[in-house]
């Protein structure tokens, strides 16, 4: 597991969420993370061992791969619920810091989506957990200066303590969404790199990508 020292905010932040993972059944299982990259190789095993954690829309590629709902949705504040309207999650992380009453207001208001327990994260604390992991070096790096929900789930797992972190559907050749036919080029490649260059050498973190393994140097999962 990877460790950096904590500030007296990110001790009470992981004691809540680790509480929170823990009531939905999530803290002690291996997690399978789901990307968006398109064709993502999910072999029946890992679907069968980790529980499986969608990144922003990556739930309808899932869906019309007939893989059911997920068991934790990773998703951003902005992000469209035109694309996928009628989600279905066991639980949702959504990284969003308007009040709780705000949130499941927008929520109701997706009527077709189907939606577990919430689980929020303020923006601010889910960088300060990234940098905690990566180092503040990504500040500089690429347009954004920070990873994609993708990479943060991975970073929030690892900083919670989840056994295992297989990453699915990410990659950094393969253009487009796995959930759409708009070959929309990839954001955040630079900071994406250097957060998984910093987080390889963690003994739960894997992929099941083997162009991502040969690339970075990633742990391939095996059964």
Request: charge should be positive; proline fraction near 8%.
């Amino acid at each position: 597991m990877t460790h950096f020292p904590l500030t007296p905010r990110l001790v009470q932040l992981r004691e809540t969420h680790r509480a929170a993972m823990d009531r939905l059944g999530l803290l002690q299982r291996p997690w399978v993370i789901l990307g968006g990259a398109p064709e993502p190789t999910m072999p029946a095993a890992l679907l069968a061992s980790h529980a499986r954690v969608d990144v922003n829309n990556a739930g309808l590629a899932a869906k019309q791969r007939g893989w059911g709902p997920a068991d934790l949705t990773v998703r951003r504040p902005v992000e469209s619920w035109t694309v996928f309207p009628d989600l279905e999650t066991k639980a949702l992380l959504w990284y969003n810091a308007r009040p709780r009453w705000r949130q499941r207001w927008k929520l109701m208001r997706q009527r077709q989506a189907k939606i577990g327990a919430l689980v929020s994260l303020d923006p601010d604390d889910r960088e300060a957990i990234n940098q905690g992991l990566i180092g503040p070096e990504i500040l500089a790096i690429g347009e954004l200066g920070k990873p994609s929900t993708g990479i943060a789930a991975l970073c929030y797992g690892l900083f919670l303590g989840v056994p295992e972190i297989v990453l699915s559907g990410f990659s950094f050749t393969r253009a487009g969404h796995s959930y759409d036919t708009l070959a929309r080029p990839r954001l955040q490649v630079a900071e994406d790199r250097l957060a998984l260059e910093r987080l390889r050498s963690d003994r739960g973190v894997a992929t099941s990508e083997p162009e991502l393994a040969e690339d970075l140097g990633l742990r391939l999962w095996r059964p």
